[in-house]
């Protein structure tokens, strides 16, 4: 079955993004295995590490997309796919109607100019020898975009955007401290004003409080300019506040794809559901009520993923089945219109995790 079925829970409060297709963004059978060599003079590939292995998932304009999953899952590979700051080894990336898959990188900076990517760590993304001024108006310049106030007065505009003050024009990036410096990385991604946003976990090296902040400044822009997100984090309860769809994905395949209330609430695959019971909890007695999923072993090697169902291994559900038929990302009986599970066996939704269960962080409203 495709993957394209209605999104569900699309916000309808921001202005539309010009596309001439119904999605901006279309990602069909994505892959991205990096090989393995031996030898020293003449080397030759033993294998291949494979991080991405074919996802299929869509992006509606102006909507964000949530992308879970534990550490090494592909997560992040698949944000740089998506931007082509990794070549792929197989499927496509469609984007506002145009396969970006195999652009040259001269034409790969016209679409550049409508998809940003906002930086995990903000320590490393900002040039140090650069002031904050430079970092900004460098990605204009590049393009030839010219604002009639000039590229100081746009970059000072964006800098107020973004919560910060318009005088740290001539500031180098180590004057400022981790949540700021991510304000400046979010202030370049919208200079160009793109149409699509690549996130990758922009709020996991700060603080609580910072992330709250930073996290609601996204949110007040993607209502504010139509920007649709590809949001890329491991906190669940970062992601139930800021996206509307979420896909989850374990060793390199996306497990479920669905809107934001019927995945948290009727989780579908056994994989989801052990994540959703690992959420923290600030309420005893909700802890108390709550079944906890402790997975058995460990991640199993991308370099060499079990057979059929990759989550087969560590899975309570797994039969004779689910080694020797991959189950396809499809919609199982009972669930809502655009909620897909990759699952032989998934599971019914009234064992799944219960809404009052999931708590967020005050600080996330």
Known sequence: M???????GQSTDRPAAENTGENLLEVRGLQKHFPIRQGIIFQRQVGAVRAV?????SVGPG???????????????????????????????????EDITH????????????LQMIFQDPYSSLNPRHTVGTIIETPMRLNGINPPQGHKKRAQELLETVGLNPEHYNRYPNEFSGGQRQRI???????????????DEPVSALDVSIQAQVVNLLQDLQREFG?????????????????????????????????????????????????LSAVPEADPDAVKRRE????????????????????RTRCWKAQDRCATEEPPLARAEGSP?????????????????????????????
């Open 53 to 57: 292995d074919g996802i299929d998932f």
């Open 292 to 311: 906890r999923i402790r997975l058995a072993g460990d991640v199993p090697s991308p370099i060499d993923p079990p057979s059929g169902c990759r989550f």
């Open 227 to 275: 920007i649709a997100f590809v949001f890329i984090a491991h906190d669940l309860a970062v992601v139930r506040h800021f996206s509307e769809r979420v896909a989850v994905m374990y060793l390199g395949k996306i497990v479920e794809v669905a809107g934001r209330e019927s995945l948290y609430t009727r989780p579908r695959h056994p994989y989801t559901h052990a994540l």
């Open 63 to 97: 909507e964000s997309l949530g992308l879970v999953g534990e550490s090494g899952c592909g997560k992040s590979t698949t944000g740089r796919l998506i931007t082509r700051l990794l070549e792929p080894t197989g499927g496509s990336v469609v984007f506002d109607g």
């Open 185 to 199: 990385g979010i202030a370049r991604a919208l200079a160009l004003r793109p149409k699509l946003i690549v996130a």
């Open 2 to 8: 495709s993957t394209t079925e209605p999104r569900t």
């Open 103 to 114: 652009r040259s990188p001269g034409r790969m900076q016209e679409a550049r100019r409508n």
């Open 337 to 365: 219109t655009g909620h897909l599970t990759a699952c032989h066996f998934p599971e019914e939704p009234t064992v799944a995790a219960r809404e009052e269960d999931i708590v967020l962080d005050p600080a996330l409203g």
